[in-house]
C-alpha cells in the first residue's frame, strides 16, 4: 500500500506532498518526468520548485562550465596490472578531505596513506550509498537477495578498513604489484 502524503498545519500539504504534485503535473502522457519539463514549469513564480532554481543565467553559465570542467578532469583514466588483471582508475579523483570540488592526481594520493585511506572511506560510502538504492528499488521490484549480500560486502570492506586493515605493502603468493 502506497504511502498517504504527511499532511503540515491547518490542513495544507506537507512540502513533500506538494513537490509530488508538482512533480506529476510535469510527467507526459506516458508517466515520463523529463527535466526540461520541470524547467518549463518552474519557470512560473508561483511553481513549487520556482526557488529551488537559479534563475540568473550568467550563474547557471559558470555553474554549467564548472560542471563540463569537472567532466574532463574525470574522463582520463590509467591502467593498472593486479593479479594479471588490466583495471583502469582515474587520473584524477576528488581530493580526500577537501570541502571544495578539489581533484588531485590519484598516484600523490596512493603515496599519502591517511588521504588514500580517505579516498577508499568516500569511495566505499558511495559504493553503500548505490547499492542501498539498488536495494531499495529490489525491494520495490521483490529482487532482494542478491542487492542484500552485495550491500553486506560492501559494509564488511568498509568495517575492516575503518578497523585499520590494510595491505601491509608486501607481495602475497601470485600476486603482482600494481604499475603506475
Not at 498545519?9 to 510535469?26: E, I
Request: aromatic share 6%; proline share 3%; with cysteine.
Amino acid at each position: 500500500m502506497a504511502r498517504q502524503p504527511v499532511r503540515a498545519k491547518r490542513g495544507r500539504p506537507s512540502r513533500r506532498a506538494a513537490f509530488l504534485a508538482a512533480m506529476k503535473n510535469c510527467e507526459d502522457r506516458y508517466g515520463r518526468l523529463a527535466p526540461k519539463n520541470l524547467v518549463t514549469e518552474a519557470r512560473d513564480p508561483q511553481h513549487h520548485c520556482h526557488k529551488d532554481f537559479d534563475w540568473d543565467d550568467a550563474s547557471c553559465a559558470h555553474t554549467k562550465r564548472l560542471e563540463v570542467a569537472a567532466a574532463l578532469i574525470r574522463r582520463y583514466h590509467f591502467e593498472i596490472v593486479y593479479n594479471d588483471v588490466k583495471l583502469t582508475a582515474p587520473i584524477y579523483i576528488h581530493d580526500p578531505g577537501s570541502s571544495e570540488a578539489n581533484y588531485v592526481h590519484t598516484i600523490k594520493v596512493a603515496k599519502n596513506h591517511t588521504k588514500a585511506r580517505r579516498a577508499l572511506e568516500d569511495e566505499l560510502a558511495r559504493i553503500r550509498g548505490a547499492v542501498r538504492r539498488a536495494l531499495a528499488l529490489s525491494a520495490a521490484f521483490g529482487l532482494v537477495a542478491t542487492f542484500q549480500r552485495m550491500l553486506d560486502t560492501a559494509e564488511e570492506a568498509e568495517r575492516v578498513l575503518f578497523a585499520g586493515g590494510r595491505d601491509d605493502g608486501r607481495k602475497r603468493k601470485g600476486e603482482r604489484r600494481l604499475a603506475s
